[in-house]
Every structure is written in C-alpha cells, then in structure tokens.
C-alpha cells in the first residue's frame, strides 16, 4: 500500500478499495514505527478525524482527487491542532491559532495530516542537522544525512511514511533533500506559492512546493498549493500570470525538439565523479527521448555562494527580530530586566547556525557595510537572473544539471564547519536568487562501497512559470526510467 503513489492512492480511495480512515491508519502506525526522526509532531487522533471526514466525502459524491490522500508538513508551515515548531527551541511548544495558506488549500481538499516534518532550524541549512531536535537519519543510509532544509519532508516519502510532503526552498531546500533521498520535488517559481503561514527565513526566496515519489503526483500537490493570497504581499496576482492551471496537462507531451541548456559550470571542479557520471547518463536519456544538449555558460555561478549568504542571514535577521520573548514562543527563565530578558532568550532559544546568520545579517545590514555588501549583492543578484534569461532567450528551453557536487555525506561530517555546507549549495542557489522554478528527479546512484546506495538527484531548471514545462520532462524521463520507484531496503 505504501508504496503507491497519490495518484494510484486516488485512484483506490474514489473506487472505495480502500477508505481514508484506513489509509491514515496504515501511515500512522508506519511512522509510530519508524526511527529516522522525521516527524516532530504526531496527532493520531486529530489525523483520523479528518480521515473520518474524507470518508463522508467520498461516500456524498463531494469528493476531490486529493481527498482522503494523507500530506505531512514541513514544520516551517503553521498548522492548528499540531505543533508549529520551525525545528527550533524557541517556538518548542507553539502551536499556531491558524492556519498557513497551503495547509489551508489541502485540507480544504480534504487532504489527511499525517504529521509535522522535522527540518533544518528555521530551515536554515542542508543537512537538517542544525534542528534543535536532533538530526533525521537518511533511510537510504542511516548514517548518511538526509540533506536539508526539508530533511524530514525527503525522508518521510523515501521511507514511505507519507506519499506525499510539503516542503519549502530558500536555496535548494526542497531540491537537495529530495536529491539525497532519491524522490522528486519542485520549487515553483517565487511568488507562485502563498508564504502566508510559511514561518519567514529569507523572504524574497522562500518558496513553498511538493515533494513526492513521481512528477506526476507533484503536479497533482502543485495544483492545489498556487494561486493568488492577498495575506502574502509577495503572492504573485492573476495578472502577473499566477493562474490556476493544470501542471499536469502537458505530462504526456514527447520531448522532441527539447533544448536542453548543459552549463559548464555546473560540471566543473569540486563535482563528484559518481554525481557527473549519474547525471550525464540522464542527460543521454533525454537524448534518447528526442532532446538535444546545448552547451551553455552561466557565468556568474560561483558569486551565487557569498550572494546568497549576504542577502538571506541579512533577511534572516530582520524576520527573526520577532522571537524575543515577549509575545509568543520561549522566554529565559530568569533575567534581570528586559534587555536582559531579550538577550538571554535570543542566545539560548536560537541554535548556533541560527544565531550565526543573524549576527552575519545584521553586519551586512550596518551602516558603513551596507553599501559593500548588501547592495553589491543585489545587483550580482539581478546580473545572475539576466545570465539565466540570456540563457533561455537565445540558447535553451530549460537547464539541466546536478542538484548538489556530491551524494548525501556522513552524519556529523560537515557539522562543525559551515563554510563547507555552504558550498555545497552551489548548483541551488543562483536559481533561488532569480527567483526561478527548478525540480529535483532521482537519476541513480553514487559508487564505490560507501555510495553505492546514496542516490543522485538531476536539477531541472525552466524560466518562470515553466512549472508545468518541468513536470512533463520529469514524467517523460520517469515514464522511461524506474529509478523513481526505488526504495530503500525494507521498505
Ligand atoms: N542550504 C541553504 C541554506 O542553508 C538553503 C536552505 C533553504 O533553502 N531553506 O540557507
């Protein structure tokens, strides 16, 4: 059964093979059984009565394609009833009084929570070791990290606690996880995805989008999760193109003709050799399937790291000025006086990493240093969304490459040095930066003894609102391949 995919899933609740109730059932008791530490929050009882309530659509006629289909949220999405942590000490017990926007989409879908994913704090990270509540073990190899931020999210679908996941992408973090744990993920265009209820790390990247074993079933996540929100002031509006369509219309469309954008930056030194050889074996497939490679250049690729690690800890530690005590979330036991009170809750409610990017966000933003850095990287940022358009106007319809230098590492081996997990961001963030929709879809796996069973993650990368564009390619490959169907031993 968990095995299937939303659409198969569908398929078998409307033809009443088997209810929701039962469904939500034979997940829960899958994660109460499960030791990867995906999961944060888990309400059986809350989880069931809305699988009760699927099961009353189902047998009205009132039903969706989605209803009675079990969801879990990455913990960066507020949900009533359960838990709204941000994998951080200092919203530990939070629970929020609504709902954000994309859960309010999918349960008004009748979609079932199974839970709360675990993630990066803050989702700031790639490994989904800077959570104040431990590390999730990746279910390929458990002493392997599941990458980050979405760790939980790319974790929970590759063992099959969930068909399906939310997850949100800042600078990879729905990509690379889902890289790592061998399942498919897009991130949609910026601005095409409600940030309302989307707890706020860097908001001019953050960037809500579905996790799941096929493109197909992303398509399906992704109809429900766009459209216009008046309570996000970044929500892109109907006139700026952010319509309700159908991502998977265009799933069956052959790839004939397909110009297939290969930047020579993104095979350069510090790739892995098993990740190239993994990823141009893709590359030949989509050959195969009527493409054709060009060569392309995306020359400002290397800026996208100190870009990125400027604008967003700078973003970061203005959203973050909120968690101080006073309102909601964890306060220090004990303080003198107020400023004390603020300073004790910000040093032991945030982890190292968080606090990090806040001390770096406010540096960049200081009076004498904004200038050299905050606004130099805007424009770099501007010069890398031109590159990609430049690349699209004259020279491909979509960019493919590796979603990250190397397989999945060890647990514990970058943890203590950020510099090195920043740089392994280096294939995400440009297109995170231009704000563009790009996907992740599992292509195989690492070699030699030690990743032989860590899988290798191809990126996808289309001009804006090319979402449906993306999902067609990746159903063409998967249609042709079954490294989509692979899961973990055991599972
Ligand atoms: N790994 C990147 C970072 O640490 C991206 C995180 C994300 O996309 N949320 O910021």
Redesign the pocket.
Known sequence: MHNKTIKELSALLQSKQVSATELAQHYLDRIAASNLNAFLDVEPELSLAQARAADQRIAQGTAGVLTGVPIAHKDIFVTRGWRSTASSKMLGNYVSPFDATVVEKFNAAGMVTLGKLNC?EF????SNENSAFGAVKNPWDQQAVPG???GGSAAAVAARLAPGATG???????R?PAAFCGITGIKPTYGRVSRFGMIA??SS??QGGPMAQTAEDCALLLNEMTGFDERDSTSLTPEQGNVREDFARDLNKPLAGLRIGVPKEYFGEGLAADVEAAVRAALEQFVKLGATLVDISLPRTSLSIPT??II?PAEASSNLSRFDGVRYGFRAPEYKDLQDMYKKTRAAGFGP?VQR?IMVGTYVLCHGYYDAYYVQAQKIRRMIADDFQAAFRDQCDVIMGPVAPSVAWDLGAKSNDPVA??L??IF??ST?LAGLPGMSIPVGFGQGEKNANRPVGLQIIGNYFAEAKLLNIAHQYQQATDWHTRAPEGV
């Open positions: 990066d989702a700031m990270g790639g980050g931020s979405s949100t992408d800042t600078g990879g973090s729905i690379q790390f860097a990247l953050d990125y690690y967003a990493e990017r997990n920043y392994a961001d995400t963030l995170s």
